[in-house]
Structures are given as structure tokens and as C-alpha cells.
């Protein structure tokens, strides 16, 4: 099984930012895919960020230039760096993994489409005007 923890939600003004950390334990593999989604209330979960073991990343449209996703595999910890937070990026953040056999460098789809396995249980960033 596998652990997903996430930490680093807080309450920040408008223009500030916040660092999410998500430490992984358990059985987890060297090649996998990982993200981070939010949701806020009354609204669906949306994706923002996508690492694969290979170092690819993709954002949300809303989100590149000021969020910046990252892993340490040797501490098992992915990271969102949040920038200029606006209003609209208020909600629970939730990083999830998908861990597939092979090697770290062979090529993982990661994006919204993937059917992540293992979610966190979710930190809380409020941003206020």
C-alpha cells in the first residue's frame, strides 16, 4: 500500500505565495505519475499539475507560469510551488500517484485522464483579496 501526505496549505493574501509538499510511503515504484488537484466548494475537482517519473510536467492554462511542480525522489516528495495566488485558486489541494512497473525514464502518460490509484487526504489554501 501506499501513503500519500500532503502539508504546506495555509491562508495567504492575494499576490502571495504557498509551497505544498506531498511524502509518499509505502510500497511505492520508480516510475510512476504524480499530481495535484483542488477543488473548491459547490465546484468539481479540477486537475493543476502533472510530474512524471521521466521529469515531464504539465499545468493547467490557469495556473503555468505561476505554479511550478517538482519531486524529490529521494526524500519520496512532490512539491507545488505557488506564486501570485489569486482568489480562484482557493480550495482543498490533493496530490495523487500512479505507479506503474519499469524504469523511471521509459515515457508515463500524465494527465488528467489518468486513473490515479492512491490520493492524499487533501490541505487547504485560502487566498483572500
Known amino acids: 500500500q501506499v501513503q500519500l501526505v500532503e502539508s504546506g496549505g495555509g491562508s495567504v493574501q492575494a499576490g502571495g505565495s504557498l509551497r505544498l509538499s506531498c511524502a509518499a510511503s509505502?510500497?511505492?515504484?520508480?516510475?510512476?505519475?504524480m499530481g495535484w488537484f483542488r477543488q473548491a466548494p459547490g465546484k468539481e475537482r479540477e486537475q493543476v499539475a502533472f510530474?512524471?517519473?521521466?521529469?515531464?510536467?504539465n499545468y493547467r492554462d490557469s495556473v503555468k507560469g505561476r505554479f511550478t511542480i517538482s519531486q524529490d525522489n529521494a526524500k519520496k516528495t512532490l512539491y507545488l510551488q505557488m506564486n501570485s495566488l489569486k482568489p480562484e485558486d482557493a480550495g482543498m489541494y490533493y496530490c495523487?500517484?500512479?505507479?506503474?512497473?519499469?524504469?523511471?525514464?521509459?515515457?508515463?502518460?500524465?494527465?488528467?485522464?489518468?486513473?490515479?490509484?492512491?490520493w492524499g487526504q487533501g490541505t487547504q489554501v485560502t487566498v483572500s483579496s
Open positions: 509505502g510500497y511505492t515504484k520508480s516510475r510512476y505519475c
Open positions: 495523487a500517484a500512479k505507479y506503474i512497473n519499469g524504469w523511471p525514464w521509459e515515457s508515463v502518460t500524465c494527465n488528467a485522464a489518468t486513473e490515479f490509484g492512491y
Open positions: 510530474i512524471n517519473s521521466a521529469g515531464s510536467t
